[in-house]
């Protein structure tokens, strides 16, 4: 007789039922059961909130301005959107590719120029530079896979690592060869405050979040609701089952790391009007892009979305613990009690 399996190929081990994962969320998901994995997902979430609840309390108790932790928080929440949105590119590529991309934030910064070009030549709004930057950032990343990255498939992980390490610099320099070493900025018009429940927030960060989440529920109904999103988590589910099944997975990996290279480059024009922009620009989002993909689980898309959210906060809320630090202080250390305590991820599911 044969024992039920995992659609990993895994044994199952919850005595009998026969279990398979949601490559959109990385969470497994039991024939008979399944009710007690949602009480888990529930209870994971619940125990979140409250963390978060118990933070900007004790926030409060430190500075002592319900001023300072409502700006703390409102800042947090919108730049933990835009996070957000660049781990979901990130953990979608190594959901389906099995790829950890370090040149992620270099294809950021890509965008970020590109949006620079966009605003000083011809004048447009930053956020038009979306129409123009998603685009070329899809195609550059459709050329870097098939071109590059195709090779290294099924080859040792460090390979890979170096490959995509190597793509980085390459990139990092180029940029500092076309545009040079001098900072740049690009100016929203009417970029003025909003008042948010006691605190203030621009109009940029206010934009940039919001077309961030709209963005993210957009790549959510790509995954669950078309047949490209289908085939993209039945190969990032097994391979050789999609092969078998007449999915051609070698388009499915072309276009999956062209969907999450897109998904950097909106970033990087949602940020322009916040950041200063430099070749290296890109370095800091994507060491807070696998920060929040481990937090989130890896491969996790939707956990990706709320461990940005995490992370935008910790480092909002982390400035108030330890004043005179760097923000991220906080947020490596949130990283590492999260590897002792839970290595899938808050949101992750046990290999």
Request: proline share 4%; hydrophobic share 55%.
């Amino acid at each position: 007789m044969t024992r039920p399996t995992t659609a990993h190929g895994a044994p199952a081990e919850d005595g009998g039922a026969v279990t398979a994962a949601d490559p959109a969320t990385d969470t497994p998901v039991a024939a008979t059961g399944g009710r007690a994995w949602w009480r888990g997902a529930v209870g994971r979430t619940a125990l979140v909130l409250l963390l978060a609840v118990l933070a900007v309390a004790l926030a409060y108790w430190r500075s002592g301005s319900g001023v300072v932790v409502s700006q703390a928080v409102v800042t947090g929440i919108l730049i933990g959107g835009v996070y957000g949105l660049v781990a979901m590119g990130l953990t979608l590529i190594f959901g389906v590719l099995d790829i950890v991309n370090f040149a992620h934030g270099a294809f950021l910064a890509v965008a970020l120029y590109v949006t620079v070009e966009m605003t000083g030549r011809f004048g447009v709004h930053p956020y038009l530079a979306l129409l123009v930057a998603v685009p070329v950032m899809f195609l550059l990343g459709a050329a870097v896979q098939r071109g590059i990255l195709s090779f290294s498939i099924g080859q040792p992980l460090e390979n890979q690592l170096l490959i995509t390490l190597g793509l980085a610099l390459l990139i990092d320099n180029l940029l500092l060869l076309v545009f040079g070493p001098n900072p740049r900025s690009v100016a929203l018009p009417g970029d003025s405050g909003v008042e948010i429940l006691g605190a203030v927030a621009t109009v940029s960060r206010l934009l940039a979040f919001g077309v961030a989440l709209v963005l993210a529920a957009l790549l959510y109904l790509l995954l669950q609701r078309t047949r490209l999103g289908t085939a993209i988590r039945a190969v990032a589910a097994n391979d050789t089952g999609a092969q078998l099944v007449g999915i051609d997975t070698r388009r499915i990996y072309m276009l999956t790391f062209a969907i999450g290279t897109a998904c950097a480059g909106a970033a990087g024009v949602l940020v322009s009007p916040l950041v200063t922009i430099e070749p290296t620009t890109g370095e800091l989002f994507n060491i807070i892009a696998f920060v929040v993909v481990v937090l989130g689980g890896m491969g996790n898309v939707v956990g990706a979305l709320v461990g940005g959210l995490l992370i935008g906060l910790t480092e909002q809320l982390g400035a108030l613990y330890l004043p005179g630090q760097s923000p991220l202080l906080a947020v490596f250390v949130v990283f590492v009690l999260v590897l002792f305590l839970r290595p899938q991820g808050l949101f992750g599911s046990k290999a």
